[in-house]
T-cell receptor, first 114, second 113 residues
């Protein structure tokens, strides 16, 4: 069965702290894609990153970085020097090459306190 | 480009009423989908379409119908609304398929009394 688990329901950190959001996935497929989306308080969903199963290279984009580890089936997201604008719900998602469906995790609500 | 548009933004229905949530995109995307978002449940796929004339069920399809007569439009129909369908509904689209970046609409907040 395919599944995405975001065990952290809610996290609060003080501004400028680093924070890591965990994502663990389950699939038996060898070809799959992982995503992160951000949902700020305004409610829209914003794409952050896409990673395919053959590319385990970590990615950095400004203060955001992603650590993909197939050995532990994890695709974790780290925000460095967090800012209040990073407050949002973050979703991890999985899709397989042979399937047309996307499976989302339940999301992690991140509060950045000033 | 307007991107993905959804109407209405808010809707209140009585149990048993029917209605259609509209979704349109102007990016010539082949793949379109509908999700519902409930507290603590994340996003759950209702129906999706890989192209005009083709639709299929997602994780929670019961009580909803869809059609895809054009590439641009993907309406979601509630045949007989129930309180359990109170939710926020998002439409999304992408180039080619589900393995690409999804572009989401602003959402429709539906309340069924």
């Amino acid at each position: 069965a395919q599944k995405v688990t975001q065990a952290q329901t809610e996290i609060s950190v003080v501004e400028k702290e680093d924070v890591t959001l965990d994502c663990v996935y389950e699939t038996r497929d060898t070809t799959y894609y992982l995503f992160w989306y951000k949902q700020p308080p305004s409610g829209e969903l914003v794409f952050l990153i896409r990673r395919n199963s053959f590319d385990e290279q970590n990615e950095i984009s400004g203060r955001y970085s992603w650590n993909f580890q197939k050995s532990t089936s994890s695709f974790n997201f780290t925000i460095t020097a967090s800012q209040v604008v990073d407050s949002a719900v973050y979703f991890c998602a999985l899709t397989m090459n042979r399937d047309d469906k996307i499976i989302f995790g339940k999301g992690t609500r991140l509060h950045i306190l000033p | 480009n307007a991107g993905v548009t959804q109407t209405p933004k808010f809707q209140v229905l009585k149990t048993g009423q029917s209605m259609t949530l509209q979704c349109a995109q102007d990016m010539n995307h082949e793949y379109m989908s509908w999700y519902r978002q409930d507290p603590g449940m994340g996003l759950r796929l209702i129906h999706y379409s890989v192209g005009a004339g083709i639709t299929d069920q997602g994780e929670v399809p019961n009580g909803y119908n869809v059609s895809r007569s054009t590439t641009e439009d993907f309406p979601l129909r509630l045949l007989s609304a129930a309180p359990s369908q109170t939710s926020v509904y998002f439409c999304a689209s992408s180039y080619w398929g589900q393995d690409n970046e999804q572009f989401f609409g602003p959402g429709t907040r539906l309340t069924v009394l």
